[in-house]
């Protein structure tokens, strides 16, 4: 990471010392375990398996592997792409996003996301159930008054990440927060394939100098989207509460997520959320305090 003055003011970039592809073969190869190949581990300095060894996998040189991650040769072909996925262990989705490393699409040029009218309406209509849209950036697009209100503790912020490693609060709201922050963190790099976005490059500088904690989930590589899940919070007014959470890709806006939370009928959440729901419908009694 580096800093410069622009203006008066620090902007955070990121320095790449090494082309992006290097980065995530070193990454994901250290994440390896020798033990899944049926290699032994034997005597080994770090963990993960060693350069000969994902060569030798994959059905090439030692020396072409490591040029490859030491980023002196950046396109490799589908074939060896496909073999290097497959002795790293990847799933789908890193795989994936391996292959884009090593055929980098065409820039796209960035866009203000908004959630859509419709979307907000749909939002709305529905004042006994939490919900909100995020963007491929996990700014918050459209939020109702009940995801207001259970979000409280963001405090005006309006970028979840943001919000995860750079709010205190978030580690009492989220009592799973270490699983909840590496999950983030994966579906950030899925919803982003292309490593050399300005915005992301922002975003990651930002959060990377801000938390020790992100800068080290980052540097996992780590690539997995969003799915349903349960979550468990604790909230400043209605206490511990168990959720379901369904996200929703919003197929007209790529990149953006409708996000759903729901209590089990009769169950000590729902009554938290109902709960939740009177401090909604009335702005006096706004818990967020604002």
Request: contains cysteine; glycine residues 8%; proline residues 8%.
């Amino acid at each position: 990471m580096r800093s410069k003055i622009r203006d008066g003011q620090e902007v955070v970039t990121v320095a790449h010392a090494a082309p992006r592809l290097g980065e995530f073969l070193r990454a994901r190869r250290a994440l390896t375990r020798p033990g899944r190949h049926g290699i032994p581990d034997g005597d080994r300095r770090t963990p993960g398996l060693r350069r000969e060894e994902v060569a030798m996998l994959a059905g090439v040189s030692t020396d072409y592997y490591t040029r490859l991650e030491q980023g002196r040769d950046t396109h490799p072909s589908p074939q060896v792409v496909t073999a290097l996925a497959d002795a790293l262990l990847l799933d789908d989705e890193a795989a994936a996003y391996l292959r884009g490393l090593a055929a980098p699409a065409k820039p796209r040029k960035a866009r203000p996301e908004h959630a859509a009218p419709g979307l907000v309406a749909l939002l709305d209509a529905w004042p006994h159930t939490p919900a909100l849209v995020y963007g491929r950036y996990f700014d918050l697009l459209a939020v109702n008054p009940l995801g207001e209100a259970l979000f409280s503790w963001l405090r005006g912020e309006r970028n979840l990440l943001r919000g995860i490693f750079l709010e205190p609060g978030a580690r009492v709201f989220y009592r799973d927060w270490a699983k909840i922050a590496e999950g983030c963190v994966a579906a950030l790099r899925a919803a982003n394939p292309d490593p050399d976005d300005a915005r992301l490059t922002e975003l990651v500088g930002t959060l990377s100098v801000g938390s020790p904690d992100f800068a080290r989930l980052w540097g996992k590589h780590e690539v997995r989207a969003k799915t349903a899940t349960v979550k468990h919070f604790h909230h400043e007014l209605a206490g511990d509460l168990t959720l379901r959470f369904e996200n929703l890709a919003v197929t007209s806006a790529p990149g953006q997520h409708l996000v759903v939370y729901h209590a089990e009928p009769g169950s000590p959440a729902a009554h938290a959320l109902a709960l939740l729901a009177g401090y909604a419908l009335s702005p006096a009694d706004d818990p967020s305090g604002r």
